[in-house]
């Protein structure tokens, strides 16, 4: 009878290992995959914003808080994108160094939170003073639509754009 009790628990063992197996498996094989999807991938683009320190948060930047744009000892310089408040870690620094405040586009590839900077161009909106307005047609509000040359006056015309705080 000690025989039989000593056999008993050797094959449950055995038979939940027999269960077990399968799942362990299947768990183990992917494992691999799992590890895959974490690692980042790089993602070709331009970006624009200002360049801050990075020293500077978020609601800094977004606040425009003069801190933000001096050369803080320690602190690298960053690119701070206001449509998403978000603050990219900038690389190569040399290429960024003399752009510190400056609005620009950095054409380059995002490595998780990091952009590897292949091109950095000062960023313009809009015209600038005196430049003649390029040919464009737009509904107005009662739905009619208006053009460079249906709104000029006799004297000219004068165009302002109104960037609302929700922009």
């Given amino acids: 009878m ?3 009790l000593e056999l008993t628990p050797s094959i449950r063992v055995h038979s939940t290992a027999q269960r077990l197996t399968p799942f362990l498996l299947a768990v183990f094989s992917m494992l691999p995959v799992t590890a895959a999807g974490q690692s980042s991938v790089a993602t070709s683009g331009s970006w624009s914003g200002m360049v801050v320190s990075s020293a ?4 800094e930047a977004f606040n425009e808080s003069p801190e933000c744009v001096k050369n803080l000892p320690g602190a690298k310089l960053a690119l701070y994108d206001d449509t998403n408040r978000v603050i990219y870690a900038l690389e ?3 290429a960024i160094s003399a752009h510190l405040g400056d609005t620009v586009t950095v ?3 995002l490595d998780g939170e990091t952009i590897q900077a292949a ?9 600038a003073v005196g430049e003649k307005a390029p040919a464009f047609s737009i509904r107005d509000q009662f739905g009619r639509a208006q053009s ?3 709104l000029k006056g006799r004297s000219g015309t ?3 754009f109104f960037r609302s705080a929700d922009w």
């Fill in 107 to 109: 054409r380059g590839t």
């Fill in 119 to 127: 091109s950095i161009q000062p960023m313009s909106i809009g015209l």
């Fill in 56 to 59: 500077c948060n978020a609601d």
């Fill in 148 to 150: 460079l040359d249906s």
């Fill in 158 to 160: 004068i165009l302002l």
């Fill in 2 to 4: 000690q025989r039989g």
């Fill in 92 to 94: 190569p620094q040399k």
